[in-house]
Antibody, heavy 119, light 107 residues
Framework: QVQLVQSGSELKKPGASVKVSCKAS????????INWVRQAPGQGLEWMGW????????TYAQGFTGRFVFSLDTSVSTAYLQISPLKTEDSAVYYC????????????WGQGTLVTVSS | DIQMTQSPSSLYASVGDRVSITCRAS??????LNWYQQKPGKVPKLLIY???SLQSGVPSRFSGSGSGTDFTLTISSLQPEDFATYYC?????????FGQGTKVEIK
């Protein structure tokens, strides 16, 4: 069965960096893009962008350029989100989601990774 | 960017009620509209894709309709497990924007 398994919660100080992983299984990793979605505490869902798992080409939404980096290791079917340097306002749950249909129907999601940024 | 506006932001309903949530896009998105359900502390779940297609495993009491700019998610008979927040999302173009959510609460 299709699964996306993310790395565990992180507690970081402002200015530090974090790298969240998203390991896919149960399907051909390079057949579907991986999207990243942020949910700040008590807030809605915000699409951060996606990475083409065939080419490795990332696309970032406005507001997620510069400090955010999407990457892949296709040998282990894993996508990564790195944020550096972290700010307190980056505290949120970060989800990876598989893009189906035209690419942006999010049919399978990781369990989410809580990133807390606090001094 | 395409803006997605849901209404209402919250609603109170009873088990067995018929519930409708609307979503309006700031420009035409054809039928590129998805609906998700999210329960507190849980992962969003795809309910409806392509405006009206039911995702596998989703109960048939959920239905979607609409095209262009106006869309509706309907729950024909609300069940206890349906109390949650619902989000629409356009998949017409990037950025893939979400509505602000509609919280369905117990009356």
């Amino acid at each position: 069965q299709v699964q996306l398994v993310q790395s565990g919660s992180e507690l970081k100080k402002p200015g530090a960096s974090v790298k969240v992983s998203c390991k896919a299984s149960g399907y051909t990793f390079t057949s579907y893009g991986i999207n990243w979605v942020r949910q700040a505490p008590g807030q809605g869902l915000e699409w951060m962008g996606w990475i083409n798992t065939n080419t490795g080409n990332p696309t970032y939404a406005q507001g997620f350029t510069g400090r955010f980096v999407f990457s892949l290791d296709t040998s282990v079917s894993t996508a990564y989100l790195q944020i550096s340097p972290l700010k307190t306002e980056d505290s949120a749950v970060y989800y990876c989601a598989r893009g189906s249909g035209g690419g942006w129907d999010f049919d399978y999601w990781g369990q989410g990774t809580l990133v807390t940024v606090s001094s | 960017d395409i803006q997605m506006t849901q209404s209402p932001s919250s609603l109170y309903a009873s088990v067995g009620d018929r519930v409708s949530i609307t979503c309006r896009a700031s420009q035409s998105i054809s039928s590129y509209l998805n609906w998700y359900q999210q329960k507190p502390g849980k992962v969003p779940k795809l309910l409806i894709y392509g405006a009206s297609s039911l995702q596998s495993g989703v109960p048939s009491r959920f239905s979607g309709s609409g095209s262009g700019t106006d869309f509706t998610l309907t729950i024909s008979s609300l069940q206890p497990e349906d109390f949650a927040t619902y989000y629409c999302q356009q998949s017409y173009t990037t950025p893939a924007t979400f509505g602000q959510g509609t919280k369905v609460e117990i009356k």
